[in-house]
């Protein structure tokens, strides 16, 4: 059964890079028809998108925060990140893995990590 | 951009009840539409995929209706284990989510 597990930093200091790691097991982060994703949950704004990374590397982000974000994939270590810029206290939130399941033309998202906690704050 | 639009944002219920939740599209996704269900602490769980198709283990009293732009997520008899928070969300262009419909104990 695959599992994803987020890792990284639960308190980043205002204006720096927050980097979180996703780590798969139980199936192969390079298997066709599935895509990488970040996805954030705060009390004001609910569940937001951040983007994604196919197996090929091609990436897809969301409009608001695409200038701030990279996430990328290591194959080798069965890994994908998530790189976000410039962080504020509007980014505080629990940060979520999970792998997209993509069956042309619809998609969606099974399973999820557990979440992190981050805490933008000085 | 899309909107999602949820209702109600609450509901109570009993054991037994059934349940109704819809989901509204500011513009048609067609059959583009999942359902998740988050309990508190907890990351949020697949139920539906494009918008009828029940995820694998997940029980039969969930279902999912809808195209175009209204959808609903139905629960016949609830159980006690379903008392949560249940979102849909988009995929026909930039993934997003409702705001949520919390189901509480009445």
């Known amino acids: 059964q695959l599992q994803l597990q987020e890792s990284g930093p639960g308190l980043v200091k205002p204006s720096q890079t927050l980097s979180l790691t996703c780590t798969v097991s139980?199936?192969?982060?390079?298997?066709?028809?599935?895509?990488w994703s970040w996805i954030r949950q705060t009390a004001g704004k609910g569940l937001e998108w951040i983007g994604h990374?196919?197996?090929?590397?091609?990436?897809k982000y969301n409009p608001s925060l695409k200038s701030r974000v990279t996430i990328s994939l290591d194959t080798s270590k069965s890994q994908f990140s998530l790189k976000l810029s410039s962080m504020t206290a509007a980014d505080t939130a629990v940060y979520y893995c999970?792998?997209?399941?993509?069956?042309?033309?619809?998609?969606?998202?099974?399973?999820w990590g557990q979440g992190i906690l981050v805490t933008v704050s000085s | 951009d899309i909107q999602m639009t949820q209702s109600p944002s609450s509901l109570s219920a009993s054991i037994g009840d059934r349940v109704t939740i819809t989901c509204r599209a500011s513009?048609?996704?067609?059959?583009?539409l999942n359902w998740y269900q988050q309990k508190p602490g907890k990351a949020p769980k697949l139920l539906i995929y494009?918008?009828?198709n029940l995820q694998s283990g997940v029980p039969s009293r969930f279902s999912g209706s809808g195209s175009v732009t209204d959808f609903t997520l139905t629960i016949n008899s609830l159980q006690p284990e379903d008392f949560a928070t249940y979102y849909c969300?988009?995929?026909?262009?930039?993934?997003?989510f409702g705001q949520g419909t919390r189901v509480e104990v009445k």
């Open positions: 999970a792998r997209g399941i993509e069956v042309l033309p619809v998609n969606w998202f099974d399973p």
């Open positions: 139980g199936g192969s982060i390079n298997s066709g028809g599935y895509y």
């Open positions: 990374v196919y197996s090929r590397g091609n990436n």
């Open positions: 513009q048609s996704i067609s059959d583009y």
């Open positions: 494009s918008a009828s």
């Open positions: 969300q988009q995929t026909y262009t930039t993934p997003q």
